[in-house]
């Protein structure tokens, strides 16, 4: 299918929020990764969200050009055209784009899309992320109020992220420590600053505990509830329906089912996946060349085997094992057969 309207993506939040499930976002860096998760999202019966970060972006531009808004535009492009010869549908996102990396990142690729709209068709990304994570809350708040509007204007979704996610992430990098908890008021905040809806529809990324990267069990203590007795609050202060704010899911490498589980119950309708399947990907690699290793190097003069050596075929047995770990990811998150086609 081709890939979101800006309608369709707005359905498919809709519809995960309506239904009790969340949609998988997966973070890409190449044409075989995109590949990859749409394999997986098909075997799983499952629409999803395909998002590259800043050095995603640099990498798809070229590791020595680092034009992160032609690369991420260039991924744009490949998934566009490589998601029609699949049945399921995918929207398009960018990640984690702190203050600095504004100019060069997500500012130029709304630009392009205000282009796409002004000549009659879709914005090239459905959304996009500004990660004010690293500075003052009213700051963050005052850079996504003045980004809203642009968005707006283009029927794309802006992702806003108030509190800290740990770890480090493509250079965002944050101590583990009390603030990987977001407060009540700090999304009173939020609320009274970007609206709920009528200014533009916004997804929220509430941390409660949350860190990039792998860690270990018991390292890192993720409070889920904590999401539900947030929107409790603000349903209470603003008189809204329940859940009343869209939620993404950050830093969620090594989470229990059950903390899953509780955090879609709460409001969670994305969920950022990005160590698990570069480790799924990376490890079918190192699986190939360590059982094949005569046939990938020439051994005592030997020429090896093109068989394989060839990238095709050990890219094929990484991008089906990563995909194993993007059905795994949909059946977590309860997108699987939910596919609206």
């Known amino acids: ?23 998988p976002a997966f973070n890409v860096s190449s044409s075989q990764t995109i590949n990859a998760v749409l394999q997986g999202l098909t075997e799983a019966g499952s629409d999803g969200i395909i998002q590259v970060t800043t050095g995603g972006a640099d990498y798809f531009a070229g590791h020595t050009v680092k034009n992160r808004a032609a690369g991420a535009l260039a991924m744009a492009a490949f998934a566009t055209e490589v998601a029609k010869n699949y049945p399921i549908t995918v929207a398009l996102h960018t990640d984690h784009c702190p203050k600095d990396a504004l100019a060069g990142f997500v500012e130029p690729l709304i630009a392009a899309s205000e282009a796409e709209v002004t000549a009659g068709r879709n914005p090239i990304f459905q959304s996009h992320m ?14 996504a109020k003045d980004l809203l509007p642009r968005m707006k204007a283009i029927n794309a979704i802006l992702e806003v992220e108030i509190g800290v996610v740990g770890g480090e992430e493509d250079g965002v990098s944050h101590d583990i420590n009390e603030h990987l908890y977001t407060t009540l008021d700090d999304a009173i905040a939020t609320v009274e600053a970007l609206g709920l809806g009528e200014q533009g529809r916004y997804m929220t990324a509430l941390t409660f505990g949350n860190v990039h990267g792998v860690y270990a069990p018991g390292n890192v203590k993720l409070k889920p509830e904590l999401l539900g007795e947030i929107q409790a609050g603000l349903q209470k202060r603003f008189g809204t329906a329940a859940l009343p704010l869209d939620l993404v899911f950050h830093g969620g490498s090594g989470s229990s089912d059950e903390e899953i589980a509780t955090a879609v119950r709460n409001g969670v309708v994305k969920m950022n996946i990005d160590t698990d399947t570069q480790y799924a990907f990376s490890r079918s690699i190192a699986d190939s060349v360590l059982k094949n290793y005569d046939g990938f190097l020439k051994v005592d003069g030997g020429v090896g085997n093109k068989k394989i050596y060839d990238p095709r075929s050990w890219g094929k047995i990484a991008e089906t094992a990563m995909a194993a770990r993007v059905v795994q990811a949909t059946q977590q998150l309860g997108s699987a057969g939910h596919s609206a086609g």
Do not use: C, H
Request: charge should be negative; proline fraction near 8%; glycine fraction near 6%.
């Open 1 to 23: 299918m081709p890939v979101a309207t800006p309608d369709q993506y707005a359905a498919m939040l809709d519809r995960a929020k309506t239904n009790g499930f969340a949609y």
């Open 130 to 143: 500004w990660d004010g994570s690293a500075v003052p809350l009213d700051e963050n708040l005052a850079i």
